[in-house]
């Protein structure tokens, strides 16, 4: 009997530079920072993305760093793009930005670095804010769906209940929203991206994955929370961890069951997976 070695990577890097000007602030500095996916706006209703685990899978790796000096790069899971932006519109408290996206690319790891295969973009985006509420922007893809993008500061996490009122250029929001943002360190975020990285490189048992996110020097509690809140559907594992190893070597249905359990899958999932290749 052995156990499977498990050779995966995900690396996310996350750079900010910020101007200070003094102890003054201009209005142009409220959009410098970085920025994450909170929850989606459409229909005049806000969703957070902890109410829906699709919209969390599809969106909770987006990442928007904006500069003083006018760009900006935004980090959708393995996708980075770059570009500008540019105040467009200043209205009582509500502020409209104009972000012009110049490239657009697959990161990839390649020889110990990470490279990005840029091409040539000219999509556009409108980003509305608020002045009395600087920690919520509005982003909204022009001529696009109505279906906003709603992101908060990356690091700090808006109080539970806050009115979320961001500006955009094209109708008014009718109502006020409200978007509690969960409580977690960056720690737990961070296992949770790396868990999800795992999960889409192969297949892990619950156990499995806490022992290779400490492997890469989570914490224990930390571990867990990524294993935990990860969507994994642990009998689906085990159906693809069992493929998996039936794509490169031959097993009877009991030994196939055993390597699956030494895995840390539970036997009743040990069991399902191999009803499911067997």
């Known amino acids: 009997m052995f156990k499977k070695a498990i050779h995966a990577l995900f690396l996310c890097i996350i750079s900010l530079i910020l101007c200070s000007c003094g102890s003054t602030e201009t209005q142009e500095d409220l959009l410098v920072g970085t920025w994450y996916v909170t929850g989606v706006q459409t229909d005049n209703k806000t969703i957070h993305l902890s109410q829906n685990a699709a919209l969390a899978d599809l969106y909770d790796t987006h990442i928007l760093t904006v500069n003083s000096d006018g760009t900006y790069s935004s980090m959708e899971g393995m996708v980075q793009s770059k570009g500008t932006w540019s105040i467009t519109l200043t209205k009582d408290d509500s502020r409209t930005y104009t972000f012009s996206e110049k490239s657009a690319g697959l990161m990839r790891y390649d020889g110990g670095e990470i490279t990005v295969n840029d091409e040539p973009s000219s999509e556009e985006y409108w980003v509305g804010m608020n002045t009395q509420n600087p920690d919520m922007l509005l982003v909204i893809e022009k001529d696009g769906a109505n279906f906003n993008l709603v992101y908060g500061r990356y690091e700090e996490t808006p109080p539970a ?26 720690g737990e975020q961070n296992a949770l991206e790396t868990a999800k990285g795992y999960l889409r490189s192969g297949a892990f048992s619950y156990s499995g994955l806490i022992d290779q996110l400490e492997y890469e020097g989570y914490t224990y509690s930390e571990a867990v929370y990524g294993a935990d809140h990860c969507g994994a559907d642990w ?44």
């Open 235 to 278: 009998y689906e594992q085990a159906a693809q961890c069992a493929e998996e190893y039936l794509d490169v070597m031959s097993f009877s249905r009991q030994g196939l069951i055993d390597q699956l359990e030494y895995e840390g899958f539970t036997y009743d999932q040990a069991v399902y997976g191999v009803d499911q290749v067997y």
């Open 161 to 186: 209940d806050e009115e979320i009122t961001p500006s955009t250029p094209q109708t008014k929001p009718s109502q006020e929203s409200t978007i509690p943002t969960p409580s977690i360190t960056r």
